[in-house]
């Protein structure tokens, strides 16, 4: 049985990607490259969401400490966080779906956005 080498968020923070992963409970989680809808969609969206708050695109943020995601879209209140890796929860989260996506893997992200889940662990 193959065993999974875990990463400390100390490790995820200081290594630069080519194409950031999520950090999910000390595992590397690849995220699929954005096709042209996708890119579109994301460009749209962040152009129409940054009169609502401080908008931006694919930000990692800290939602526990073990478990960094990085959303398509943020929307923060005001002049937007003050740190470099967020981990005050946004107004909006925006994860646009892609072929490559499984349910259950966006269902655990909403829970993990969800009201009250910043800040706790797995």
Known sequence: MA???LVTPQ?????????EPELVHGELVERP?????HGRTQQRLAVHLD??????????????EDLYRIPDVA????TGPTEAVPTAPPLLVVEISSSDDRLDAM???????APGAFGTSG
């Not at 490790?11 to 194409?19: G, I, M, S, V």
């Not at 009169?51 to 526990?64: N, S």
């Not at 269902?107 to 956005?113: A, G, M, N, T």
Request: charged share 25%; hydrophobic share 35%.
């Open 75 to 78: 929307v923060f209140e005001g």
């Open 107 to 113: 269902l655990q992200k909403l829970d993990e956005y």
């Open 11 to 19: 490790q995820y923070l200081a290594t630069p990607f080519e194409r």
């Open 33 to 37: 490259s954005p096709n042209l809808v």
């Open 51 to 64: 009169g609502v708050g401080y908008c931006c695109t694919e930000v990692r943020m800290r939602l526990a």
């Open 3 to 5: 065993t999974k080498s």
